[in-house]
């Protein structure tokens, strides 16, 4: 079956650098697109960002500029690369695949890891 497991993560000061990793298996990796969510306590999960099947990116507009995403197909695996972090995006990140193209809605996506916490202190 599919399965995804993120890694990474953990506490950092504001400023710092993350990078989260998912490894998926169970699916043809390199045909499905992946997302990445987050969800603050309190709060709705939210899009962050996704890759296409292709590596094309896109990104909220709260992460534009400070996080990166690339993708390994070879090795089935998607990165979530976050620079200059700041104490709101303090959340547990989840990945996420879907066949198809990419999308910001999270109820596109059938299949998901149990997530990462990320704690950003100021």
């Known amino acids: 079956q599919v399965q995804l497991v993120e890694s990474g993560g953990g506490l950092v000061q504001a400023g710092c650098s993350l990078r989260l990793s998912c490894a998926a298996s169970g699916l043809p990796f390199s045909t499905y697109a992946m997302g990445w969510f987050r969800q603050a306590p309190g709060k709705e999960r939210e899009f962050v960002g996704s890759?296409?099947?292709?590596?094309?990116?896109y990104f909220s507009d709260s992460v534009k500029g400070r996080f990166t995403i690339s993708r390994n197909n070879a090795r089935n695996m998607v990165y979530l690369q976050m620079n200059s972090l700041k104490p709101k995006d303090t959340a547990l990140y989840y990945c996420?695949?879907?066949?198809?193209?990419?999308?910001?809605?999270?109820?596109?996506?059938?299949?998901w890891g149990k997530g990462k916490q990320v704690t950003v202190s100021s």
């Open positions: 996420a695949v879907r066949s198809g193209a990419t999308s910001y809605v999270r109820n596109d996506y059938p299949y």
């Open positions: 890759s296409s099947w292709g590596g094309y990116t």
